[in-house]
């Protein structure tokens, strides 16, 4: 039930990397394998958003019990 076309077609290989819990799969023919950056994007800040209120400093130093 495979739609294989051409048999001899080349695959991706599955490559162990030592120390990593992945594996890698070998890049495709013909496609650029480095990551995609966006230009002159930044990343979105994690402050707080506009007023502020009285507890707002607490529960940002506040640590959960799991931590």
């Not at 495709?28 to 990343?43: F, L, N, R, Y």
């Not at 400093?57 to 640590?63: F, S």
Request: overall charge positive.
């Amino acid at each position: 039930m495979t739609d294989d076309t051409e048999p001899s077609a080349p695959r991706q290989e599955v490559v162990r990397v030592a120390g990593s819990r992945r594996a890698r799969l070998t890049p495709v023919q013909g496609t650029d394998p480095s990551p995609e950056h966006a230009a002159g994007k930044k990343p979105a800040a994690s402050g707080p958003r506009g007023a502020k209120g009285p507890n707002d400093d607490r529960l940002m130093q506040d640590v959960p019990p799991h931590y």
